[in-house]
């Protein structure tokens, strides 16, 4: 049998035993995959796929709804060409089994950010995000407050 075969036999196994776990997925890791659901879409400048991460009772500081909140997306990504998001995930809290709370920090780049350290080089505005997430047939934000950081809560 060939290289490529035994390869291929080899990653069908894989997917196949991935497939059947039934190991469950924890509730941090269910907020993990949101956030980089999250941060996928904004990368991609898919308002649209980040609108369906959103509750439908949205608010914020600002006192923004869901929709104003997608027209402001569109808005950003209609002036930014090119996003590039590092995040760092400071705190998972769960108040409820259906509700979660999550700190992170935010860099935002027009160039890739391999790590903390290329943020030295690039002109990244960074933020500090409060989240409040629902869960409901998925996570949903529900919630939302950020405000300016800095280099220093990046590392």
Not at 59 to 66: A, E, G, I, V
Not at 122 to 141: M, S
Request: proline share 2%; charged share 25%.
């Amino acid at each position: 049998m060939s290289r490529k075969i035994q390869f291929y036999c080899f990653l069908s196994l894989v997917v196949m035993l991935t497939a059947c776990s039934d190991k469950p997925v924890s509730r941090e890791d269910q907020i993990r995959q949101f956030i980089d659901t999250g941060v996928s879409a904004a990368e991609n400048r898919s308002h649209g796929d980040l609108a369906e991460l959103i509750d439908e009772d949205y608010r914020d500081q600002k006192s923004l709804t869901r929709t104003q909140l997608n027209k402001l997306l569109k808005l950003y990504f209609f002036r930014h060409k090119n996003i590039f998001l590092f995040t760092k995930i400071n705190e998972i809290y769960f108040p409820t089994d259906d509700q979660a709370s999550v700190s992170l920090h935010v860099a935002m780049a027009g160039s890739v950010i391999s790590d903390a350290s290329a943020l030295l080089n690039l002109r990244a505005k960074i933020y500090r995000f409060e989240l409040e997430l629902i869960k409901k047939d998925g996570w949903l934000l529900s919630q939302a407050s950020w405000y300016p950081a800095s280099m220093t809560d990046m590392q």
